[in-house]
């Protein structure tokens, strides 16, 4: 499974990309307005580089596909490894028609069920992003609705690829592993949390105490 990360902010991306475990990224609206970015293309373009030749998705802001397709194609131009962003929404997926048509890489977002990823899969769409986090927050079981999704792609054969986004946790990340989801696209906080067991750090400092006592002997 793919690990990408979920952030706005260049020197997460700069950190998590260093550590040689990571193969993409997403952004949206609000993770890029939360680091201030007003050179929106400048920042896309950076972490492009940063992450190349990893996807990297960057996220319309427009709502009907008349707007959507010069807006995706201005996006695409950017950087060879971009992404375009498109919500699910009829006037999103109309547009995500034509431009899978035209070989433009989309990622479907603000998917919430199953239903919505047949018809993301339907336009063309590259991949989908099921948001299990939002939906846990209303209560609502979001990883049963990534397995759905894997489970009804693998039924038909379809390419569309699965995104689970939205994540709240370690625990996420395994079980979209598990359940066959094809990257899983997490927040620094997530990644850093992925490398902890106590039982590594007290290994670690067994084998550094007897190490040095071999030394001082
Ligand atoms: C995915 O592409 C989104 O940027 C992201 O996962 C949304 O997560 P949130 O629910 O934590 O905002």
């Not at 008349?66 to 490894?81: D, G, M, V």
């Not at 079981?141 to 792609?153: A, L, S």
Request: glycine letters at 8%; a negative charge; aromatic letters at 6%.
């Amino acid at each position: 499974m793919q690990l990408w990360i979920d952030t706005g902010n260049l020197e997460e991306i700069r950190t998590a990309q260093s550590w040689g475990v990571i193969d993409g990224a997403t952004t949206n609206p609000t993770l890029i307005a939360k680091e201030g970015h007003k050179d929106f293309k400048g920042v896309i373009q950076e972490i492009c580089s940063i992450i190349h030749p990893g996807p990297v998705s960057a996220e319309t802001v427009t709502t009907t596909a008349e707007k959507l397709i010069p807006e995706a194609h201005e996006i695409a131009s950017w950087a060879p490894n971009v992404v375009v962003k498109i919500p699910l929404i009829p006037e999103g997926l109309k547009a995500v028609k034509v431009l899978s048509g035209e070989g433009i890489r989309t990622n479907v977002t603000l998917c919430f069920s199953p239903a919505q990823a047949l018809l993301a899969a339907k336009a063309g769409a590259t991949y989908v992003s099921p948001f299990v986090g939002r939906l846990e927050d209303r209560n609502e079981d979001g990883m049963r609705v990534v397995e759905d999704i894997v489970d009804i792609y693998a039924n038909y054969g379809i390419a569309t690829q699965v995104i689970t986004a939205s994540i709240r946790d370690t625990l996420h990340v395994t079980q979209a592993a598990l359940m066959g989801a094809h990257i899983a696209t997490l927040p620094f906080a997530v990644l850093k949390r992925m490398y902890d067991h106590p039982l590594t750090d007290i290994g670690l400092e067994g084998f550094l105490a007897d190490w040095r006592k071999l030394q001082e002997s």
